[in-house]
T-cell receptor, first 111, second 118 residues
Framework: LAKTTQPISMDSYEGQEVNITCSHN???????ITWYQQFPSQGPRFIIQ???TKVTNEVASLFIPADRKSSTLSLPRVSLSDTAVYYC????????????FGQGTELSVKP | GAVVSQHPSWVICKSGTSVKIECRSL??????MFWYRQFPKQSLMLMAT?????????EQGVEKDKFLINHASLTLSTLTVTSAHPEDSSFYIC??????????????FGPGTRLTVL
């Protein structure tokens, strides 16, 4: 069973900032939090990963509070091409790369 | 970035036949690869861990005799769906991590293979 909980779907409009929150109620001390994006009929693509506080890259920002019970993926100024399913995952280096996907959040960006 | 390819991208077969799907890491070596299955409108389900030079490790509930995995080289893993039936119709995806330069849980996924069993 997946260890994370996230909204099933979200709607947004082009140019808006989108924040998708994930619950990590039972996250382990060694676990990192990772987000993936998946377009229809394609393999998922790594977006960002963090352990605590804030991480930013050219695509998104990831906010993780001190208690690490949640994480928020922030997509600035979304476009139609950001319409996809977004997955949050937990995992440690010790699990050798094995990923357990939850249900994901289907983001729909409208013009 | 690291590239993982799959072949074929789609396949249609008759019930009872076997189908082989290839997963290749194009610009890195991978001692471990992973196989996932995804049904329409559902999430990815991990099927097995493919280990170079040794037996694959299957997740609970996955039939090892039906889904044969062979990881004969550091760049190639194959998944064979034996005696395929319509319920095996799904999207099969593999992944691998190049190690150097990648984050801990940064898996590079192939483009997937759409299997349709008639």
């Amino acid at each position: 069973l997946a260890k994370t909980t996230q909204p099933i779907s979200m709607d947004s409009y082009e140019g808006q900032e989108v924040n998708i929150t994930c619950s990590h109620n039972n996250i382990a001390t060694n676990d990192y939090i990772t987000w993936y994006q998946q377009f229809p009929s394609q393999g998922p693509r790594f977006i960002i990963q963090g352990y605590k506080t804030k991480v930013t890259n050219e695509v998104a920002s990831l906010f993780i509070p001190a208690d690490r019970k949640s994480s928020t993926l922030s997509l600035p100024r979304v476009s139609l091409s950001d319409t996809a399913v977004y997955y949050c995952l937990e995992g440690s280096y010790n699990q050798g790369g094995k990923l357990i996907f939850g249900q994901g959040t289907e983001l729909s960006v409208k013009p | 970035g690291a590239v993982v390819s799959q072949h074929p991208s789609w396949v249609i077969c008759k019930s009872g036949t076997s189908v082989k799907i290839e997963c290749r890491s194009l610009d890195f070596q991978a001692t471990t690869m992973f196989w996932y299955r995804q049904f329409p409108k559902q999430s990815l389900m991990l099927m097995a861990t493919s280990n170079e030079g040794s037996k694959a490790t299957y997740e609970q509930g996955v039939e090892k005799d039906k889904f044969l995995i062979n990881h004969a080289s550091l760049t190639l893993s194959t998944l064979t769906v034996t005696s395929a039936h319509p319920e095996d119709s799904s999207f099969y995806i593999c992944s691998a991590n190049p190690g150097t330069g990648a984050a801990y849980n940064e898996q590079f996924f192939g483009p997937g293979t759409r299997l349709t069993v008639l």
